[in-house]
C-alpha cells in the first residue's frame, strides 16, 4: 500500500535502492532466458548473456558496498547474482538439441 510514498524508503540509501534495481533486472532477465532456453526460443542466448553481464555487474557493486557498509541486503545481493550466474552459465554452454 505504501509503496509510493517516500516514508517507505526512508532508511534506505540511493545506492541500495539502485542496486536492487539493477539486481530485479539482471535476475529477471536471467530467468526469462533460461524459460527461453528450455522452450527453444530465439533470443535466449542474448538473455541469458546480457542478465549474467548484469549480475556481475551488481555483484561487484554490492561486493563494493558491503565491504563500505556491512549490510545484509548486499550479501544477499551478492549470493543471488552468484547463483543465478552460474545457472544462466549452465545453460548457456548447455548444448541446443539438449534443451
Known sequence: RKIFKAESYKGLGAWRL?????????LSSITVGVMFSVLNYPMARSLLVYGIGWAVIMTIVALVKNIQDENRSYRNIILRCIIFSIIGVLFLLLPVHLH
Open 18 to 26: 539502485l542496486t536492487a534495481i539493477g539486481t530485479g533486472f539482471a
